[in-house]
């Protein structure tokens, strides 16, 4: 599967910004799938997962009750809503797919075999 992340852009603190993952293939509902994020100087860290029917999700504390993740299998598309944006809330974001037969493991970067290209997320305060 390959994956195309977009929508970053440059916002202000408690604006909102809405990120999508496009994939390819025609097995994405196989797939659970992942974002992560990595600032500057910071290693990449985990920010939300779906499992490929919808029904699990999982969330960083630290974006819990800001950001929703969802997704379309029949658009082949998972979104990642971001309100109520920080400046710490800076960083690259990337979209990430996982096998669904290696189980629910989502907060691992292992976990995730494909990643997308990622796209930049700026939030001034």
């Known amino acids: 599967v390959q994956l195309q992340a977009c929508g970053g852009g440059s916002v202000q603190a408690r604006d909102s910004l809405r990120l999508s993952c496009v994939a390819s293939g025609r097995t994405f509902s196989t797939y659970a799938m992942g974002w992560f994020r990595q600032g500057p100087g910071k290693g990449r860290e985990f920010v939300t997962a779906?499992?490929?029917?919808?029904?699990?999700?999982s969330f960083a504390d630290s974006v819990k009750g800001r950001f929703t993740i969802s997704r379309d299998n029949a658009k082949n598309t998972v979104d990642l809503q971001m309100n109520s944006l920080k400046p710490e809330d800076t960083a690259v974001y990337y979209c990430?797919?996982?096998?669904?037969?290696?189980?629910?493991?989502?907060?691992?970067?292992?976990?995730?075999?494909?990643w997308g290209q990622g796209t930049q997320v700026t939030v001034s305060s």
């Open positions: 990430a797919a996982a096998e669904t037969v290696t189980g629910w493991a989502p907060r691992n970067l292992d976990y995730y075999g494909y």
């Open positions: 779906i499992s490929r029917g919808g029904l699990r999700l």
